[in-house]
């Protein structure tokens, strides 16, 4: 018993030497129960809701004590303000955190240029590809931002990505160049570039290929032990699904016509029901979407001016010159609603069309329905018998009576009318018809 305790004793001084005895930054080699968090941006603009994903993933890693945080990345691009602010977290986290370009076919473009850059660890699964970094940038003007603001932007962005491929040993040339020319790569050329670090399969090779690695954190040397990492994934919570779907341009548009028909309905209806409500939320939900995105409010401007447009056109038909002017401003409206360059931050033509051709349809339908209503003639009433033929059942020299559908009527006439003919009626003055000779 007592050697047990002995050697026992033994074995803890020796584990608390080896401890003082490395160097700073390094540990022992972890056991199955290291972790390795796992967040994905697929397909995703980003924008703040990817920013929150990323920032909460960072947080949790640094209180579990993870090995490093990967982030699945798919991105076409996103909002500069944005970036600026994932860039930030990234380069103050005291965890790693390792940007994985995945799955095949993806791509860093814009934004996760920038954000595969700033990463400790730059990985990219095969097929992909990484550039075209030249900034979005956030205008919710009027018109387009000038072109001496722009080149301050362009300035700015490449001091910005120059400094982060040097503080993290990556081509620099080549991380100026994806901002000012736009250039684009694939993995391969990634990695004899310098741009990325490891060229990796799927997730298990990964960690595998950067177990080992070292890499520093504020300052700090830290060897990443993944090889046999329990991973855990952190999903999306439901709240910021709907919101990356509701700052969509697509959505934001829809949401805005279905807000502007349903208050419409409304008013022209009495009472305030469902679709009041719905107009209202739908029109909430839609600015919201607009103050995340870089819109163009003279856009916002000609798209109510288009709707209005149809609505005078029903109301007050100009038989189609409200309709065209309507469906002008609508297509135009649409076009420059998000004042960009890049096709994700706009509103889709395939939907711009559809819309407009489906408002102008409606339009010319209302507007044959009240040019059918106007030629038609009237049957009921005492405006039914303008036009008819009646028989004088008196002398009408001005005035007489006349017999009409089994009625007996007063009549008046310019004209000499003897009992017995046939005269048609021209105008009725109340009860009084105003006829002449057939």
């Given amino acids: 018993m007592k050697k047990r305790k002995i050697a026992l004793i033994l074995a803890l001084v020796v584990l608390f030497t080896a401890g003082l005895l490395l160097p700073k930054g390094s540990s022992l080699p972890q056991d199955k129960s290291s972790l390795v968090l796992v967040v ?55 965890v790693p955190v390792a940007v994985y370009v995945w799955p095949q076919g993806a791509r860093a473009a814009s934004a996760g240029v920038f954000i595969t850059l700033a990463s400790h660890v730059a990985a990219m699964a095969e097929s992909t590809h990484i550039g075209a970094a030249h900034p979005v940038i956030m205008n919710k003007s009027w018109g387009n931002i000038d072109e001496e603001m722009r080149q301050k932007v362009l300035n700015d962005s490449v001091a910005w990505i120059e400094s982060l491929a040097k503080a993290r040993g990556r081509n620099a040339l080549w991380a100026k160049q994806a901002v000012t020319e736009s250039v684009s790569i694939t993995e391969k050329e990634a990695l004899r570039l310098r ?11 990964l960690l595998n290929k950067i177990d080992g690695r070292t890499v520093e954190t504020l300052g700090q040397k830290v060897t990443l032990h993944t090889k046999e990492a329990r991973v855990e994934f952190i999903p999306m919570s439901l709240r910021q699904k709907f919101l990356n779907n509701l700052i969509n341009p697509n959505i934001a548009y829809i949401l805005m016509l279905l807000g502007f028909f349903g208050l419409l309905y409304e008013i022209t209806h009495p009472g305030f029901g469902f679709p009041g409500l719905a ?42 010159a409200f309709t065209l002017a309507g469906i002008v401003s609508l297509v135009f409206g649409s076009t420059i609603l998000f004042n960009q360059p890049y096709e994700f931050l706009k509103v889709s033509l395939k939907l711009i069309i559809p819309v407009a051709v489906s408002l102008g349809l409606i339009s010319t339908f ?68 105003i006829v002449r000779k057939a």
């Fill in 40 to 94: 994905d941006i697929d397909d995703m603009i980003i924008n703040p809701v990817a920013y929150e994903v990323i920032s909460e993933a960072i947080d949790e890693a640094e209180t579990k004590k993870a090995q490093c945080v990967v982030i699945r990345m798919d991105t076409p691009g996103g909002l500069l303000e944005t970036t600026h602010k994932i860039v930030k977290e990234i380069m103050g986290s005291s």
């Fill in 195 to 205: 741009v990325a670090d490891i060229v990796a399969k799927d997730l298990d090779e």
């Fill in 279 to 320: 107009g209202i939320i739908s029109l909430l939900l839609a600015f919201y979407a607009f103050q995340v995105l870089p819109t163009n409010y003279a856009g916002v401007a000609l798209v109510i001016v288009g709707i209005a447009f149809f609505i005078i056109e029903a109301f007050t038909p100009t038989f189609g």
């Fill in 366 to 433: 209302l507007i044959t329905l009240v040019i059918k209503a106007h030629r038609r003639k009237i049957t009921i009433g005492q405006e039914a018998l303008i036009g008819q033929r009646a028989t004088a059942q008196t002398n009408i020299s001005p005035k007489g009576k006349v017999f009409i559908h089994g009625e007996i009527w007063d009549a008046q006439s310019s004209d000499k009318i003897l009992k017995g003919q046939e005269v048609i009626i021209e105008k009725v003055e109340g009860l009084k018809l």
